[in-house]
Structures are given as C-alpha cells and as structure tokens.
C-alpha cells in the first residue's frame, strides 16, 4: 500500500499546493493513511484536481481499504493525460542563498553512500508561489520514508514547506518530475551504483 500511495502523492507533484503536498507526504511515511484516507479526496474535489485513469486506481487502491470514500473517490474529475507541470526549472539558485547550501551540505552528509540510494538532485521551480528548491532522490526501497525523513531534514534547516521527490527505479516519470531533472545538478550519490536519474 505505501508503494502506491508513494506513487499517487508523487504523481500529483506540482499539482497539489506545497503545503498540503508535504503534509500528506509526512502522514504516508508514518503510517497515518486512514487520516490521508479522509483527506486526499476531500482535497482533489474542493481544489478541482483532476486525475488520469491510471491515477484513480492508485486513488482507490491505496485508500479505500483505510476508509476513503468511494463515492468521494469516483467523483474526482477525470482527466484524459497528465497536465502540463506550469513550472519552469533551473539548476541554479536564483538567489544564493545560505539555506540552500546547507540543504546541500547537509543532504550530501545524509545520503552519501547510503544504501538504497541512487543519486540525489537538486533543481529550483519557478512559477506560482515563486521559486522553490526541489529535491530529487533515486531509491529502490523504502521510498515514503525517506520522503518523510528529508521533509524533517529540510525543515529543520528552515524549509517551511519542502520539495521531496524520492522516485523510485524504473517509474515512468510525470512532466513535471521529467522537466525537473532537465535542470537538475547532482547533490551526491548513495550506494546504488545503477540508480542514476539522469542517463550517464
């Protein structure tokens, strides 16, 4: 189950608003899905978010067994492909920042070398709400829980509302994660030799 509500809050990037992405995200890596249960639906309906055929089964897969509304479920506005990210992506800080170097820093000290892990990216988002860091991880297990271990990272260093993105091996990546590592540097590597996220 965490695998595919992983996949769903991943997919819905850039879609749901920052605040509410990374709360979902820290209640699917601590195992509170019967509150994301009530509240993703709720969410999709009153923003107007719609899904795709593939993302509405991850919808209901994931939180129907932890007590979704299936009819709050079926009402999301379907969608026939995925949307358009909005954003655009730099490698570059467009404002040098301390905070971003000590995201960077202190990332590196993290994951570097650790298993599990592929490479770590970093890219900056422009466009509604301004310009965000945004983080990319490889991993190949545990991917939730390492969403929500970075979001505590981040936010400890003062990343009110942090961009997490750990994709797992082999996923067929939305717009919006594609565009992203377009503009990507590497931040480090962990101890997956072949979790690159940008072909070598």
Request: with cysteine.
């Given at each position: 189950?965490?695998d595919?509500?992983h996949?769903l ?5 850039g879609?749901?608003?920052d ?11 601590s ?9 993703l639906?709720?969410?999709?309906l ?7 055929d593939h ?7 994931a939180?129907?067994?932890?007590g ?12 026939d ?7 655009t ?5 467009p404002?040098?920042?301390l905070?971003?170097?000590s995201?960077?820093?202190v ?11 592929g490479?770590v990216r970093s890219?900056w988002?422009r466009?509604p709400?301004?310009?965000r860091?945004v983080?990319?991880?490889a991993a190949t297990?545990?991917h939730?829980r ?8 981040l ?6 509302d ?13 717009p ?7 503009a990507s540097?590497?931040?480090?590597t962990?101890a997956e030799?072949?979790g690159h996220l940008?072909?070598?």
């Amino acid at each position: 189950m965490s695998d595919t509500c992983h996949e769903l809050l991943l997919r819905l990037a850039g879609r749901l608003p920052d605040d509410v992405l990374w709360r979902f995200r820290d209640w699917a890596a601590s195992d509170a899905v019967v509150v994301l249960a009530r509240a993703l639906p709720r969410t999709l309906l009153h923003d107007r978010i719609g899904l795709t055929d593939h993302e509405q089964r991850l919808l209901a897969e994931a939180l129907v067994p932890h007590g979704a509304d299936l009819s709050s479920i079926s009402s999301v506005k379907g969608l026939d492909e995925e949307p358009d990210p909005g954003y655009t992506f730099t490698p570059e800080s467009p404002e040098r920042v301390l905070m971003g170097d000590s995201a960077t820093v202190v990332l590196g000290a993290t994951l570097r070398g650790r298993p599990g892990v592929g490479e770590v990216r970093s890219t900056w988002r422009r466009g509604p709400g301004g310009t965000r860091r945004v983080i990319l991880v490889a991993a190949t297990s545990g991917h939730a829980r390492l969403a929500g271990e970075l979001q505590r990272v981040l936010r400890a260093l003062g990343e009110h509302d942090p961009c997490v993105e750990v994709l797992p091996a082999g996923t067929d990546l939305p717009p919006y994660h594609r565009a992203a590592l377009a503009a990507s540097e590497l931040v480090c590597t962990g101890a997956e030799a072949d979790g690159h996220l940008v072909p070598v």
